[in-house]
């Protein structure tokens, strides 16, 4: 590989977006080649390249023969099949994929396998945070996979994208069995901050102050932020991690308890949430459920925020 390599970004959403462009901006600082940028909806990458130092690559078939380093970040293992697939026949030998996309542990190690025998490395490069912080290039990056690779590709990821990596080995399902783990404690955070405050509510004490009682106990935390999301009802119009997002995301944390012998009620609660919220209200944020345990006390799904009453 050159001392400069060519390196490339596919899958513009909210995500990826902010990672492609802090990428790109870290490239032209190191005086590589500007970053090759694909999206499905061309006009993604066309806007992306008004305010980075990117280029607007055609096809997956040009991203694969120019690129070195091709990052990406998709929607679901379906997505990541797809575009592998397409990449597969063109890949340089040499090249490195690292996938940031939040796909099954098996998925992950049967993609390393494939690519192997294509002398490409995989690198599983899950993250974990909202959009907001992939803006701020705050996240959590979580990198497994062949250590020579991922040594390669560390300046391009650590204070770039992430704040803070977390090296594990070179099984690639490692890093994706953590980032599930993750995404266990954050839908496990949403259902018990929907039923704290649904509980304050439907009680008496009132929403706002389980909210400012969250605050106090746990400053700075997805406590506080869940709760303001469903004190001010903005799952409707700031959608940080849709419902259905979160669905598939628990269907994999699902499946490697199951394999584990793990049990995990608070899980099966949420799911049952966002399951029938989706139904009624369609892929609202995740923290919207909390509309279905508002109907269950009859409060009804929107309840309105009211000023803290002075006593």
Known sequence: MSNSPQCAYIGLGSMGKSMAGHIAKKLESLNYPSLLAYNRTRERAQVLKETHPVEVAESLKQVAESADIIFSCLLNDAAVVETVNSLKPYLKPGAILVESSTISPALAQSLAAELKQKDVSYIACPVVGPPVQAASGSLTVLLAGPAEARQQVL?????????????????????????????????????????????????????????????????????????????????????????????????????????????????????????????????????????????????GFDLENKKAKLV
């Open 155 to 299: 300046p391009l990821l650590d204070q770039v994208i992430g704040k803070k990596v977390i090296n594990l080995g070179q099984d690639v399902g490692e890093s994706l069995r953590l980032k599930l783990c993750a995404n266990f404690f954050v839908t496990s955070v949403v259902e018990v901050v929907a039923e704290g405050m649904t509980l304050g509510e439907a009680a008496g004490v009132g929403q706002e102050k389980v909210k400012e009682l969250l605050d106090s106990l746990f400053p700075n935390t997805l406590f506080g932020i869940y709760a303001g999301r469903m004190l001010n009802n903005t799952y409707r119009n700031e959608i940080a991690f849709p419902i259905s997002g979160a669905q598939k995301d628990v269907g994999h944390i699902t499946k490697m308890a199951k394999e584990n012998g793990v049990s995990l009620p608070v899980t099966e609660i949420f799911l049952e949430n966002a399951k029938k919220v989706q139904e009624k209200q369609g892929n609202i944020d995740l923290s919207g459920i909390v509309g279905n345990l508002r109907v269950k006390a009859g409060l």
